[in-house]
């Protein structure tokens, strides 16, 4: 065996098949008194118990989608992964990187509350909602405490400069920044910072973003916003428009599209920047393509010129000339 598949091999045996799908809400029961378990299947709409575990051998089997594998396989077919993607989200429930940025997460949270500017720089953003500003875990992350903090917490400094949470000369990466943490499923997989002084705008970890942006709560729409930016979808809830999803920034991965599918007949309203310089449309109908082909309906957003969609609520927009907008959004 080389060393990948030992790696794989070890991977599977620490993250047992049943666990992860009773973690994961499944209800199975045992058939006889040997390793099988049956239950309804995960995988596709399934009203009579078709999907089968062999907990000795760490494999399924669905009898009415055919389809079966292992955990590896499993994780692919129900969150639409790629094999390597897949890997990669197993390795991280395994790794303690999503329960460090979690505390990170935390920490940068309650400083929000500690100094001003945080929740200052959010107002003038437009972003007031207190109760939305807990929902999305929003924080602020002032520079020089969070070594001390974690390392209490007994991360390791080495730890911290390889999350890339600590530069190498010592201050936090996000000093000065608001922090949106990014979520999958129930774990953090990376954070958001975004300047509010003149340092470079936003910054994340050198790390994967992750599916979009909240998609656990966005899927159930049927109609869904795809915008640019977090602060785009931070004023975008607030108004009322909980459909409104990100992929930070104009460029969707393969899961990502993958999530967007999920639903056939989904419409995508893109409502990307207006930019003077044409980026932000650009981006747009270079991803038209890409929706088109896999079969969703796309509109596009006609903001006023220059305007985000962050900018355009700042500058007075309800969320009624929203509504206006997306009613006369271009169908392509
Ligand atoms: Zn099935």
Request: aromatic share 10%.
């Given at each position: 065996m080389d060393a990948m598949s030992e790696d794989l091999e070890r991977l599977k045996q620490r993250i047992p098949l049943l666990e992860y799908l009773q973690r994961h809400h499944w209800r199975g029961h045992r058939v006889g008194t040997g390793p099988e378990f049956a239950g309804l299947c995960p995988l596709h709409e399934d009203t009579h118990p078709s999907f089968y575990i062999n907990a000795r051998k760490n494999l399924f089997y669905c009898h009415g989608c055919r389809r079966g594998g292992d955990l590896i396989r499993f994780v692919e077919l129900s969150r639409h992964l790629s094999f390597r993607e897949s890997v990669a989200y197993l390795q991280e429930e395994l790794a303690p990187t999503a329960q460090l940025l979690a505390h990170t997460a935390a920490f940068y949270q309650l400083e929000l509350h500690r100094y001003p500017e945080g929740v200052q720089y959010l107002a003038e953003r437009g972003v007031h909602d207190a109760r939305l500003i807990e929902e999305l875990g929003i924080g602020y992350a002032r520079g020089g405490n969070l070594r001390p903090h974690l390392q209490a917490l007994g991360y390791s400094l080495e730890r911290l400069l390889e999350a890339g949470l600590i530069g190498p000369q010592g201050p936090?990466?996000?000093?000065r920044r608001v922090i949106f943490p990014c979520r999958q499923q129930d774990h953090i997989v990376n954070l958001y910072g975004r300047s509010?002084?003149?340092?470079?705008?936003h910054r994340l970890l050198p790390r994967s973003k992750g599916g979009l942006f909240a998609w656990e709560s966005v899927r159930q729409f049927r109609d869904v916003i795809l915008v640019e930016g977090l602060f785009d979808l931070a004023v975008l809830w607030q108004a009322g428009f909980r459909n409104t999803t990100c992929a930070i920034g104009t460029h969707l991965t393969p899961a990502q599209l993958a999530q967007l599918r999920e639903n056939p007949d989904r419409c995508v309203y893109i409502a990307f920047d207006q930019d003077q310089n044409q980026a932000g449309q650009n981006a747009a109908n270079s991803l038209l393509p890409c929706l088109d082909q896999a079969g969703l309906h796309v509109r596009l957003v006609d903001l006023p010129?220059?305007?985000?969609p962050n900018s355009y609520f700042t500058a007075g927009a309800t969320a009624k000339d929203l509504a206006h907008l997306l009613e006369e959004a271009a169908s392509l």
């Amino acid at each position: 065996m080389d060393a990948m598949s030992e790696d794989l091999e070890r991977l599977k045996q620490r993250i047992p098949l049943l666990e992860y799908l009773q973690r994961h809400h499944w209800r199975g029961h045992r058939v006889g008194t040997g390793p099988e378990f049956a239950g309804l299947c995960p995988l596709h709409e399934d009203t009579h118990p078709s999907f089968y575990i062999n907990a000795r051998k760490n494999l399924f089997y669905c009898h009415g989608c055919r389809r079966g594998g292992d955990l590896i396989r499993f994780v692919e077919l129900s969150r639409h992964l790629s094999f390597r993607e897949s890997v990669a989200y197993l390795q991280e429930e395994l790794a303690p990187t999503a329960q460090l940025l979690a505390h990170t997460a935390a920490f940068y949270q309650l400083e929000l509350h500690r100094y001003p500017e945080g929740v200052q720089y959010l107002a003038e953003r437009g972003v007031h909602d207190a109760r939305l500003i807990e929902e999305l875990g929003i924080g602020y992350a002032r520079g020089g405490n969070l070594r001390p903090h974690l390392q209490a917490l007994g991360y390791s400094l080495e730890r911290l400069l390889e999350a890339g949470l600590i530069g190498p000369q010592g201050p936090d990466t996000f000093c000065r920044r608001v922090i949106f943490p990014c979520r999958q499923q129930d774990h953090i997989v990376n954070l958001y910072g975004r300047s509010i002084g003149n340092a470079f705008p936003h910054r994340l970890l050198p790390r994967s973003k992750g599916g979009l942006f909240a998609w656990e709560s966005v899927r159930q729409f049927r109609d869904v916003i795809l915008v640019e930016g977090l602060f785009d979808l931070a004023v975008l809830w607030q108004a009322g428009f909980r459909n409104t999803t990100c992929a930070i920034g104009t460029h969707l991965t393969p899961a990502q599209l993958a999530q967007l599918r999920e639903n056939p007949d989904r419409c995508v309203y893109i409502a990307f920047d207006q930019d003077q310089n044409q980026a932000g449309q650009n981006a747009a109908n270079s991803l038209l393509p890409c929706l088109d082909q896999a079969g969703l309906h796309v509109r596009l957003v006609d903001l006023p010129a220059g305007q985000d969609p962050n900018s355009y609520f700042t500058a007075g927009a309800t969320a009624k000339d929203l509504a206006h907008l997306l009613e006369e959004a271009a169908s392509l």
